[in-house]
């Protein structure tokens, strides 16, 4: 595997290239970058900008950062669930994250979950998810997986998938899912380009949709992010880069966090 060095502002390069410019929109915000890897290089990473507002620290210091939103939805909590196949390593590992993040951000307001498309119902979570989620300072030793099914998504907010094929798998049981489901990926460039301001919650979700309605393609499939388990060495570390930055943008854009 080659080396993958961290850059400054959230990009990620294997080493001298383009660095995408600041997002004139969105002060302090880096935009995507653009330059791909080929399809068949299964260690490309497309990453997610780092606003100027995140915790400085690499790991995100989920309990000991301060900043809270104040709760602006009435009625119960915004319901969120994460798709991946198997429910054991991506869907469990975006599970956590995104809503201890959304927990500090906005206390009570979001109810996030996950399933797969082809479960081992009961299965615990991946070793090397536990491992990175312990290193976030989560601990996930009581993940079940579960199987998705309509029930799952009944009445459900919003839909984040690890792949476009998860996001087909939704919208065959809820077709009229379409405007609520994302890959992960998606959303997160989404949420860097939607100007939302003070949106938050459904507002967010229907300006995402709006702005991809209007795009030809949002990083094609090269958005999705591959299965850790039995593939490249270093694939759960590679997981947990793609991940970071795309939580903390998504968990801001849906609490309405300036």
């Keep these: 595997m080659r080396h993958v060095t961290p850059v400054k502002d959230g990009v990620t390069s294997r080493g001298p290239g383009p660095v ?12 995507l ?12 990473l497309i990453t997610v900008p780092r606003p100027e507002t995140r915790p400085a620290a690499h790991r995100l210091p989920w309990a000991t950062a301060t900043e809270t939103v104040e709760p602006a939805r009435a009625g119960g909590p915004f319901e969120i669930v994460v798709v991946c196949r198997a429910n054991e390593a991506r869907s469990p590992l975006i599970e956590r994250l995104l809503g201890a993040e959304l927990e500090r ?3 009570g307001d979001f109810r996030v979950t996950s399933c797969g498309t082809r ?4 299965a615990g979570a991946a070793p090397g998810t536990l491992e990175l989620l312990r290193s976030h300072g989560i601990d996930a030793a009581d993940h079940r997986a579960r199987q998705l099914t309509p029930a799952e998504l009944d009445e459900v907010d919003l839909v984040v998938t690890a792949e476009r094929s998860h996001s087909d798998r939704v919208l065959d049981l809820a077709p009229g899912l379409l405007k609520r489901t994302f890959t992960f990926l998606e959303l997160a460039g989404l949420a860097v380009h939607a100007e939302t301001g003070a949106l938050e919650g459904r507002a967010f979700v229907e300006r995402a949709a709006a702005l991809r309605a209007g ?14 388990v039995s593939t490249v060495p270093g694939a759960f570390e590679l997981l947990d880069l793609r991940t970071q930055d795309a939580v903390f943008v998504i968990a801001r854009a849906l609490a309405g966090a300036s």
């Design 215 to 228: 795009l030809a393609d949002v990083d094609g499939h090269r958005a999705d992010l591959d299965d850790p």
């Design 33 to 44: 970058p653009t330059v791909h890897a080929s399809d068949t290089d299964p260690e490309e």
């Design 105 to 107: 951000l906005a206390p």
């Design 119 to 122: 479960a081992r119902v009961g």
């Design 20 to 31: 995408a410019p600041p997002d004139p929109r969105l002060p302090g915000v880096t935009a």
